[in-house]
C-alpha cells in the first residue's frame, strides 16, 4: 500500500491550485442549454461554456491525451494527474469540462475506430463544445434487450434512408449530431445485423418531441425517423458492426455514472445542513436517530471511496486484479447516492418535500431533484437489475437464464 | 501508488488459508468446537505460531517481525475465511500494541520479548471502556484490581490478561493469580473463546503510559476492531463463494438455481456490497500505521460497515442454500456465527458509530 503520487505530482497540484485561484467564481452567460450546470453567483470572470472548454484544454486539464490535430492538448495520458485536477476543481468549486455523451462516448468510439475523415471532422468541435451529440440506442420496444432493435436503414443510391424511432434520447434537443444503432442487415442474426450511423439532427424526417420525465424536467426526448436521409460514409465501422462498435465504449458510460467523490460531497452538505436545520430548536446532528442514520451512510460511502481508489490503483499497476470491482460500480454508486439523496429529504421531514419555487425551500430543491434523478440513473445505463446479471454472469460465472422457446 | 495487498501480504495470507484448508478442515472445526483444548487444536495453534502469527506486529528489536497493520489485516482475513479455531486479534494484536502505545521501556523490553518467543500468551478484555453490560467494572486502587470483566477474548490458555478501567488504564493481571476466577461463557461462536473474569483483590501491573492518557487503548481497540473486520471479510467471501458454487450444482425445476435470477442476484447483490469492504478495511490499517489523523475515522466505520454488509451475507448466503443452508450438516453455520459474533465484539454497530461522530464532532 503506497498511497503517495510523488513529488512531481504535488508539484501539479500546486499548479491546479493557481489555476483555480485565477478562475474562482467562473461564470457561463450561456448555461442554460447544459443540463445539471451548476448556478454560479460569486462574482467571477463571465464566459461561453465553450470558451472555459478551451481554456480547460489548452492548461491539458481536459483531453489530455487526445492528439493536438483532433482539438485535444497532445499531451500522455496521466490518470493520477486527471485525478488531481478533478479534485482540486471539487474542492474550489471550479466547474469541470462538459461531459455528455458525445464527449464521453462518440470520440472515444472515433478515436479507436472511425475513419480518418471521421476523426478530423468531428472530434474537434465535439471535445470544444460546438457539437453536441445525442445518443439514439433504446427504443419503445428495445431496452435492456437492445440488441433487439428495430428501426431500419437502407442503403439506396450510396445513401441511408432511416425509419423507425428512438426513445430516452437525453439532450437530443440540443444536439448537433446523433450517434445512432439502426438495422441495416435485416437477413442477419439479431447482434450482427446493426450498424453505427452517424445522423445530422436538422436531417428532414427528424422530429423530436420532448419527454418529461419525474423531476418535471425534460431530460429525455422521443426521436421519430420517417425517410432520414444521410450519407453513405456516416457509419462507423462496417455494415452489421454497429453492436461491437458500440460496445467498445459502453463500459465507460457505466463507470461515470456514480462518481464516489461527488457523493462524498454530497455527504458533506448533508451534514452541513444537519447542523444548521433543526426540530424543537434542537439540531438533526445532535439527535440519535438521524445521527446513526448519517453515519451509517458515511460508512458505506467511505467504502465506496476506498473502493474508487482500489480501482485507480489498478489502472496504474498492471496486474492488480478487480474485474469484480469494476462490475459492481454502477449498481453500488448509483444506489448509494440515491439512498444519500433520500436521507437529505428524511432529515428534513415535511420540508424536504418542498420542489421548485416553494417558500422555505432548502438547497434550491436539490435533495428532491437528485434523488428523482439518480432513480433515472438506476434504471438507464443498464438498469440495475442488468447489472446484478452482469456481475453474476461473467464476474461469478453462473449460467444465464435460459432462452424461452419461440421467443 | 498502489492500493492493495502487497505481493508478500498476498502470500502470507495464502500460506494462513492453505494451512487452515489443510490442516482445520470443517471436521477438525466441528472437534475442536465439540471439546476444547484437544491436542489438534494445540497442533494448529502450533502451526500458526511457526508462520510467525505470535509476533507479527512485534518490532524486531523485541524478536518480532516488526511488520504493520496492513500485514496483520491480511492474516485476520485468512484466518476469518477458514474460522480458524485460534486465538489472533486480542493475544497478537491487541496484547503488543496495548504493551507498544502504553507500556514503560522495561515493560515492552519484558512483555514484547516474550510474546514474540511465545512464553507469555495474553487474553484481552476492554469491554468495560467501549460499554460496560451488566455490572462488569474493574476498580483499581494502587497495585490492586476488584471487579469483573466481560467478554475477554482469546483467553484459551493465556496466562496473562490485558484489562483496563473505564478510564482507559491499561493493565496486566497473572492468570494465576490466587484471587482471580475465570468463567466460560458459552456463546454462538464456538471456533473461539469468551469468558468473564472475576477479579478479588488481583495484583495489577499497570501500563505506564496508560494512566489518563487514551491514546494507548484508542489505538488498541482501532486495531482489534479492524482486525474483527477483517475477519468477517474472510468469513463473508467464503459463504459467498460457497454459495455461487452450490447454486452452479443444485438442481430444482430442471435447472442449476444459479440460472434463476431470483438467486443469480442475491450471489450478485452480496458480492457487490462485499467488494468495497476489502478497500475500506485495508484503507483502515494503512491508515492505521501512516496516516494517524484519518485513522479513528476509518478504524470505526469498516468495522461497523462491514459488521452490517457480513450481517447481510451470512443471511443471504444461508438463504441461497435453501434448507441445506440451515442445517448443521453443511456447517455453512460456522461462518454465520463468526460473523454474528465479530459484529458485537469491541462495540455493535451502533455504538461503534456513535464513536465515529464523536470522532466527528457531531
Redesign the interface.
Known amino acids: 500500500m503506497d498511497l503517495e503520487y510523488g513529488k512531481q505530482y504535488e508539484d501539479y497540484r500546486l499548479e491546479v491550485q493557481e489555476f483555480c485561484k485565477k478562475y474562482k467564481g467562473v461564470q457561463f452567460n450561456d448555461t442554460a442549454k447544459i443540463p445539471l450546470a451548476s448556478n454560479n453567483k460569486s462574482g467571477g470572470p463571465v464566459m461561453a461554456r465553450s470558451d472555459w472548454q478551451k481554456i480547460l484544454i489548452e492548461n491539458g486539464y481536459f483531453a489530455r491525451s487526445i492528439p493536438k490535430e483532433y482539438g485535444g492538448y497532445g499531451g500522455d495520458s496521466d490518470i493520477i494527474k486527471s485525478r488531481i485536477t478533478a479534485t482540486e476543481f471539487s474542492n474550489q468549486r471550479i466547474p469541470g469540462p462538459m461531459g455528455g455523451q458525445g464527449i464521453d462516448m462518440l470520440v472515444p468510439t472515433l478515436l479507436e475506430l472511425g475513419t480518418e475523415e471521421q476523426k478530423n471532422k468531428f472530434i474537434k468541435p465535439t471535445l470544444h463544445g460546438e457539437m453536441i451529440w445525442c445518443q439514439g440506442y433504446s427504443e419503445p420496444n428495445a431496452g435492456s434487450d437492445l440488441a433487439s432493435l428495430q428501426t431500419k436503414g437502407e442503403l439506396i443510391d450510396g445513401k441511408w434512408i432511416i425509419n423507425g424511432q428512438k426513445i430516452w434520447t437525453s439532450t437530443a434537443q440540443y444536439a448537433q449530431m446523433m450517434f445512432c444503432l439502426v438495422r441495416t442487415e435485416p437477413e442477419a442474426s439479431k447482434h450482427a445485423g446493426i450498424s453505427y450511423l452517424l445522423v445530422p439532427m436538422d436531417t428532414p424526417g427528424l422530429e423530436i418531441r420532448p419527454l418529461v420525465d419525474m423531476t418535471l424536467q425534460a431530460g429525455f426526448n422521443e426521436v421519430f425517423f420517417t425517410d432520414v436521409t444521410i450519407p453513405g460514409e456516416n457509419i462507423v465501422g462496417k455494415r452489421g458492426e454497429g453492436w461491437a462498435v458500440a460496445n467498445a465504449t459502453l463500459g465507460h458510460e457505466r463507470g461515470s455514472l456514480a462518481n464516489p467523490n461527488a457523493t462524498m460531497n454530497r455527504l458533506n452538505m448533508l451534514i452541513n445542513r444537519m447542523k444548521k436545520e433543526t426540530i424543537d430548536g434542537k439540531k438533526l446532528i445532535e439527535i440519535p436517530v438521524y445521527r446513526d442514520r448519517l453515519l451509517k451512510i458515511q460508512g458505506k460511502i467511505m467504502a465506496f471511496q476506498s473502493h474508487a481508489l482500489r480501482i485507480l490503483s489498478s489502472k496504474l499497476n498492471p496486474g492488480q486484479d478487480v474485474k469484480i470491482g469494476k462490475m459492481i460500480q454502477k449498481l453500488v454508486g448509483t444506489e448509494l447516492r440515491h439512498e444519500l439523496e433520500g436521507l437529505g429529504i428524511d432529515i428534513m421531514g415535511e420540508l424536504g418535500t418542498l420542489y421548485e419555487d416553494s417558500p422555505y425551500l432548502r438547497d434550491g430543491g436539490s435533495w428532491q431533484f437528485t434523488y428523482m434523478y439518480y432513480l433515472g440513473l438506476i434504471i438507464g445505463g443498464g438498469t440495475n437489475q442488468i447489472q446484478k446479471n452482469i456481475i453474476s454472469e461473467r464476474g461469478l460465472g453462473l449460467p444465464r437464464e435460459p432462452k424461452v422457446q419461440g421467443v | 501508488?498502489?492500493?492493495?495487498?502487497?505481493e508478500e501480504q498476498t502470500f502470507f495470507q495464502d500460506n494462513v488459508k492453505k494451512f487452515l484448508v489443510d490442516q482445520a478442515p470443517l471436521d477438525v472445526i466441528r472437534q475442536i468446537t465439540a471439546e476444547k483444548n484437544t491436542s489438534i487444536q494445540e497442533e494448529i495453534r502450533q502451526g500458526l505460531t511457526n508462520l510467525g502469527l505470535n509476533a507479527l506486529l512485534i518490532p524486531e528489536d523485541y524478536g518480532g517481525l516488526g511488520l504493520d497493520l496492513?500485514f496483520a489485516a491480511a492474516v485476520s482475513e485468512g484466518l476469518g475465511s477458514g474460522v480458524a479455531p485460534i486465538a489472533f486479534t486480542g493475544s497478537y494484536v491487541m496484547a503488543p500494541l496495548a504493551i507498544m502505545h502504553g507500556g514503560s521501556d522495561v515493560q515492552k523490553e519484558n512483555y514484547l520479548t516474550k510474546i514474540s518467543s511465545n512464553t507469555v500468551k495474553f487474553g484481552v478484555g476492554l469491554s468495560e471502556y467501549i460499554g460496560a453490560r451488566e455490572d462488569a467494572e474493574l476498580i483499581i486502587n494502587g497495585n490492586k484490581v476488584n471487579g469483573k470483566a466481560l467478554f475477554v477474548i482469546d483467553a484459551d490458555d493465556a496466562s496473562h490478561f490485558i484489562l483496563s478501567d473505564d478510564q482507559g488504564t491499561i493493565f496486566i493481571v497473572d492468570a494465576d493469580d490466587s484471587g482471580l476466577e475465570i468463567i466460560e461463557l458459552t456463546s454462538v461462536d464456538k471456533t473461539r473463546s469468551y469468558v468473564e473474569i472475576l477479579l478479588n483483590n488481583v495484583t495489577a501491573e499497570i501500563l505506564d503510559n496508560t494512566v489518563k492518557n487514551n491514546n494507548a487503548i484508542e489505538k488498541t481497540i482501532d486495531a482489534g476492531r479492524i482486525m474483527l473486520a477483517a475477519d468477517s471479510v474472510g468469513a463473508a467471501q467464503v459463504m459467498i463463494d460457497k454459495s455461487?458454487e452450490y447454486?452452479?450444482e443444485r438442481k430444482q425445476f430442471g435447472?442449476?438455481i444459479?440460472?434463476?435470477?431470483a438467486?443469480?442476484?442475491m450471489?450478485?447483490?452480496m458480492?457487490?456490497?462485499l467488494?468495497?469492504?476489502?478497500?475500506?478495511v485495508?484503507?483502515a490499517a494503512?491508515c492505521f500505521d501512516?496516516?494517524p489523523e484519518e485513522a479513528r475515522?476509518?478504524a470505526c466505520?469498516?468495522k461497523?460497515?462491514i459488521s452490517?454488509v457480513t450481517k447481510m451475507v451470512a443471511k443471504k448466503a444461508t438463504e441461497v442454500h435453501g434448507g441445506m443452508g440451515f442445517t448443521d450438516l453443511l456447517g455453512l453455520h460456522y461462518w454465520f456465527k463468526r460473523i454474528g459474533m465479530n459484529r458485537q465484539l469491541l462495540g455493535s454497530?451502533?455504538l461503534v458509530?456513535?464513536e465515529?461522530?464523536k470522532i466527528q464532532g457531531?
Open positions: 501508488m498502489y492500493f492493495g495487498l502487497s496492513l455461487v447454486a452452479k435447472r442449476v444459479g440460472s434463476f435470477q438467486v443469480k442476484h450471489c450478485a447483490e458480492t457487490a456490497e467488494e468495497p469492504c476489502y478497500a475500506i485495508w484503507h494503512h501512516y496516516i475515522l476509518l466505520q469498516s461497523s460497515h452490517e454497530p451502533e458509530r456513535d465515529a461522530g457531531f
